[in-house]
């Protein structure tokens, strides 16, 4: 196995002999591409440090930037993390989906993983051809996002490949990904002082709700680069993409034609009549749901199109609203 430049990444399907395959490769200490429910990731068994580095020199991710460990099942838990009853609470609400509990880790995980913290965050996903794998390898599996560190999250195989096409070998197709943004993070190393470390698809309300006790964001300050990160992409900027992005409260037609035809667009749901080349639409009739699937893709091929810029309009509301805001104000952050 070798991560050279030469070697271009096969996309293959979810067949019980790609999937025995893919199992094996993990196996061996190979990282491959896997579909989640929430983005690709870029998985390495997570009980072996060396292949958990390959991750790090494929990304170009710093070392100081811990991975997500990803379980077959609940069930696995206490065999890498200690656990704690809240824990158990939001997996029993929450598990198999996209929710990433960060808890003390077992000795099991290596510092490679944790980024020299003493703690690990993990989650069990949803989406069924990565939980066969996960079966069938039979180790827990460390994937941050399959993207260069920095840039726009993958939620397709080919996504995968544009980046990282040189540094993996397999990439496992699922399909697009269902809900398109990174899972929700939530710190419970104090189960009774619970953090929000990223919003997600699962929302503050709903962890509340389970928990019976607020959630707090988590403390706003970035440390420094060269700390292992409490908080997930606590460098501002993150997930961006080349062009720059500039937000709005509101996009109109009115700022669309104020403009030239270099700069993109990019409305939530946009005015009916509006049409052009360099107009595009997240939320038809308002369902953010569809904006967070599509916001990654839309950002992809607007940064490929060589626009100046790309305007877009933010997410009213909250829940889902802010894990889209979230998302738009990294990408759009200098
Ligand atoms: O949806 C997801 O979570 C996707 C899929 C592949 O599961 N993964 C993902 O990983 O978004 P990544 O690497 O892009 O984001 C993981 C974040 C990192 O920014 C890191 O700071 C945080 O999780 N993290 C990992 N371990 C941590 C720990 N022990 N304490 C605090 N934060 C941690
Ligand atoms: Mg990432």
Same mark, same amino acid.
């Given at each position: 196995?070798?991560?050279?430049?030469?070697?271009?990444?096969?996309? %293959?399907?979810?067949?019980?002999?790609?999937?025995?395959?893919?199992?094996?490769?993990?196996?061996?200490?190979?990282?491959?591409?896997?579909?989640?429910?929430?983005?690709?990731?870029?998985?390495?068994?997570?009980?072996?440090?060396?292949?958990?580095?390959?991750?790090?020199?494929?990304?170009?991710?710093?070392?100081?930037?811990?991975?997500?460990?990803?379980?077959?099942?609940?069930?696995?838990?206490?065999? %890498?993390?200690?656990?704690?009853?809240?824990?158990?609470?939001?997996?029993?609400?929450?598990?198999?989906?996209?929710?990433?509990?960060?808890?003390?880790?077992?000795?099991?995980?290596?510092?490679?993983?944790?980024?020299?913290?003493?703690?690990?965050?993990?989650?069990?996903?949803?989406?069924?051809?990565?939980?066969?794998?996960?079966?069938?390898?039979?180790?827990?599996?460390?994937?941050?996002?399959?993207?260069?560190?920095?840039?726009?999250?993958?939620?397709?195989?080919?996504?995968?490949?544009?980046?990282?096409?040189?540094?993996?070998?397999?990439?496992?197709?699922?399909?697009?990904?269902?809900?398109?943004?990174?899972?929700?993070?939530?710190?419970?190393?104090?189960?009774?002082?619970?953090?929000?470390?990223?919003?997600?698809?699962?929302?503050?309300?709903?962890?509340?709700?389970?928990?019976?006790?607020?959630?707090?964001?988590?403390?706003?300050?970035?440390?420094?680069?060269?700390?292992?990160?409490?908080?997930?992409?606590?460098?501002?900027?993150?997930?961006?993409?080349?062009?720059?992005?500039?937000?709005?409260?509101?996009?109109?037609?009115?700022?669309?034609?104020?403009?030239?035809?270099?700069?993109?667009?990019?409305?939530?749901?946009?005015?009916?009549?509006?049409?052009?080349?360099?107009?595009?639409?997240?939320?038809?009739?308002?369902?953010?749901?569809?904006?967070?699937?599509?916001?990654?893709?839309?950002?992809?091929?607007?940064?490929?199109?060589?626009?100046?810029?790309?305007?877009?309009?933010?997410?009213?509301?909250?829940?889902?609203?802010?894990?889209?805001?979230?998302?738009?104000?990294?990408?759009?952050?200098?």
């Amino acid at each position: 196995m070798s991560t050279s430049r030469k070697i271009s990444a096969r996309i %293959v399907r979810g067949t019980a002999r790609n999937l025995a395959a893919l199992a094996a490769a993990l196996r061996r200490g190979e990282i491959v591409g896997v579909p989640t429910e929430t983005v690709y990731g870029l998985a390495a068994n997570a009980l072996d440090a060396a292949a958990c580095r390959r991750i790090f020199r494929a990304k170009g991710r710093p070392a100081t930037d811990p991975l997500i460990v990803h379980l077959a099942s609940a069930g696995d838990l206490a065999g %890498v993390a200690v656990p704690n009853s809240a824990a158990y609470r939001l997996a029993a609400a929450f598990w198999p989906g996209p929710l990433t509990i960060v808890l003390p880790k077992r000795s099991v995980i290596p510092d490679a993983v944790s980024a020299g913290l003493p703690s690990v965050a993990v989650r069990v996903p949803s989406h069924p051809l990565f939980r066969r794998l996960l079966k069938l390898a039979d180790i827990p599996l460390a994937a941050p996002s399959a993207n260069l560190f920095g840039y726009v999250s993958p939620t397709t195989a080919e996504h995968v490949r544009a980046g990282l096409g040189k540094k993996v070998r397999l990439i496992l197709d699922g399909g697009p990904c269902g809900i398109g943004l990174e899972s929700t993070i939530i710190d419970l190393r104090q189960p009774k002082k619970p953090r929000l470390l990223r919003p997600g698809a699962v929302t503050r309300a709903q962890l509340e709700q389970v928990l019976g006790r607020p959630v707090q964001d988590a403390p706003k300050k970035p440390r420094s680069k060269s700390k292992a990160q409490v908080a997930p992409g606590m460098l501002t900027r993150h997930y961006s993409p080349r062009t720059p992005v500039v937000l709005h409260a509101r996009l109109t037609p009115e700022m669309v034609h104020a403009y030239r035809s270099d700069e993109a667009w990019l409305f939530l749901t946009k005015p009916k009549g509006l049409r052009a080349k360099n107009v595009h639409e997240l939320a038809p009739r308002g369902d953010l749901r569809a904006a967070a699937r599509k916001l990654f893709d839309a950002l992809r091929s607007l940064d490929t199109a060589g626009y100046r810029r790309i305007h877009a309009e933010l997410a009213p509301g909250t829940g889902l609203a802010d894990a889209i805001n979230d998302r738009l104000r990294r990408a759009a952050a200098r």
